[in-house]
């Protein structure tokens, strides 16, 4: 992913109004940083994918929390050569049924299924690649603000608390904002604009929130009003760290979460990209 | 509630021992910090209210762990003006009464009912701001230490761990108390004295909790020891954070836990005060 | 534990190839930091014992996640003097069985009965006695190195947050192994070498243990991969980190996993310090 980003961003950069500084290396292990003017606020948009590890013989463990359903597909490849196999799940165990036996270790994703009408757009892994899609977009207007590509979001975290390190004591920037995709709801409808979660697991300073929404407000993007009490997101890890970060997701929602059928309606991304391009000048 | 404080130390400060040093501002979000002569030791007193966020609909989700039965009086505002409500609870799903709908992400709390008897006090939300009371009047007296008013400790955390860290590398101070407000039960008793915990989820270095006690135990102030296998509190986050800190929890027992009906008994409330004020000057 | 072992490093690091500083202090509260030449990687082992402490009348509560069954011996000591009493498991509750009362926090541990066959040795604690042992075993011939004995890693982690922080600021070491003792399960067995742990709850980074694998296959020394969902070591604290730490779990398989009886096979002890001493030198 990270490669995929670098050579994405260095072909295209130049089209963009500002050009970023490229920021990555070993002190940021597979993350990816893009600075761009006098940053104020940060964009996290994590690049992960769920899936399963090869376990003992034919046994799986999830990566993160994806859905797991007898008959989806999974691709990977071990020393023996590519793979496509099919998910078991048997009373909560996992399996995979495959012509040979597949390596120890061996991580296996779901299998791109990219589907596209007038208003959807469906796959796996929309969540989170959508939240970088977002970023990429937002990037082409971007004066001030960094974009922040990390890692574990799916799988209890481990980057975001050293990026975020990095970008309180080099830039001074305290504000962040959760390019990530949510949940469709009871209160959270397809084409009824991009969602700003109030809270999730984690509740983010309030002041910050209704400021967001304020600016949302006044800029007559479409926008829903997302809380819940459960899910989590880098904000968890922002919160958490030795920072005093003010944080807010912002995404757009989607129906199937976590399966090889995630659906978002298009009007959602539109006014993502709309939201963040707001908010990035006027935060 | 840092307003509230910021006022009532501005008004007081004159007549304190020592007139401390007040630190807040954007980098410490909505903490306040106070500062005496050279500190050693840091008191830990968390402002938090637990409650409920107004979801969809007529739907409520926690803030913290409140208790919640039907028929408890909630308080809050929206755009819409001030709120008085009442608490459905159904299975375990949370839902509230009102006239009208309340506006998503809207916070309630508990309606105080403050009771006072010649023994006890009573009424919501002692839980945390016994704690409070506590350090403001240890205050008075207090010639070296710091006190940090802290956020979000009834949630998961997130203030600790800066405060935590600005704490060691401005001041370095490693020791902390956590004032706050434990619980009733077969080993802990009302009106038998502050409870020293020497331990709940987490388990603080021994020899910081034996030197505590010693000290209890010469200052002949009526004290209880409390060991639990549950249960956390700002020392949680203390002992997560990248700095070697000990810490150690102490504080009056109460009954009716994250209730309305909060009851703790007075003379406990003296003995937390007295060894506080014991501990601050010898730790 | 610290005391035992600065004395034995004291006594025997002039027989080591290379006499390593010795690290310790208030700033470090019990752990013990050994540095050797010019570090590139950690070992961390941890110093923990898990077991019980005494909470009221004859009740107990867990340190760490001990195995607890009615008759398992215990001992430890309070004011009164020594105890050796006997642990009863009732439907989930723990309580001792004593001539007399102990006193409130005091701690137990299992009574050590350490048996030697040929092939194994048997014993409480060898999880992570083990893992010190190896650390201990690996000193005699590092060059550069640092060999990191940290607190609290069966009950939720408190010291390897500041010990890495040191290790990263002060020294630029970013890469970690585990030094600790692992399960025996239908994929890893006695007497097959060394686990080298690809996942457990949480997830390395794929390029580091990939190195380590490589370096194993060329060493020529016998070990096993493992995989697993679940379980935690002091990694799981280096990932949390706000520093882009690398590590892998590394060590030797236990059967009877936290009771008063683990079982290692010998052989996957020797197969231990074989591989530390090789990926010592070669990451």
């Known amino acids: 992913m990270k490669d995929f980003l670098l050579k994405y961003v260095k072909k295209n950069k130049s089209f963009w109004k500002v050009e970023p500084e490229i920021i990555h290396g070993p002190e940021f292990q597979d993350c990816l940083i893009l600075k761009f003017g006098k940053p104020r606020t940060a964009i996290y948009a994590h690049m992960d994918s769920i899936g399963f590890t090869v376990r003992y013989q034919d046994q799986l463990v999830p990566i993160g929390g994806p859905k797991a359903e007898t008959g989806y597909k999974l691709v990977g ?14 009373d909560g165990d996992l399996h995979y049924k495959f012509a040979r036996g597949i ?59 050293y990026l975020a390190r990095h970008m309180v004591e080099k830039w001074g920037v ?16 397809h084409g009824q604009g991009v969602a700003i979660s109030m809270r999730d697991r984690s509740i983010p300073r309030r002041s910050f929130v209704n400021r967001i929404i304020e600016l949302a407000e006044e800029s007559g993007i479409p926008y829903q009003l997302e809380v819940e009490g ?11 760290s030795p920072y005093p970060i003010d944080w807010c997701f912002v995404g757009a929602p989607e129906d199937n979460v976590h399966s090889p059928d995630e659906l978002v309606h298009k009007s959602d991304i539109v006014s ?12």
């Open 272 to 283: 993502m990209i709309q939201l963040y391009s707001t908010l990035m000048k006027r935060l």
């Open 174 to 189: 305290t504000q962040a904002l959760i390019s990530d995709i949510t949940w469709i709801t009871e209160g959270v409808e």
């Open 77 to 90: 490849e071990d020393a023996l050569g590519p793979i496509e196999c099919e998910l078991v799940e048997n």
């Open 103 to 161: 390596q120890r270790g061996t991580e296996l994703v779901f299998k791109c299924d990219f589907r596209e009408s007038e208003e959807y757009v469906q796959s796996c892994y929309l969540d989170n690649r959508l939240g970088v899609f977002n970023a990429l977009k937002v990037a082409e207007t971007l004066e001030d603000g960094l974009i922040i590509f990390s890692c574990w979001e799916e799988h209890g975290g481990g980057s975001v608390s």
């Open 230 to 240: 459960a899910g989590g997101s880098d904000g968890k890890e922002l919160q958490a």
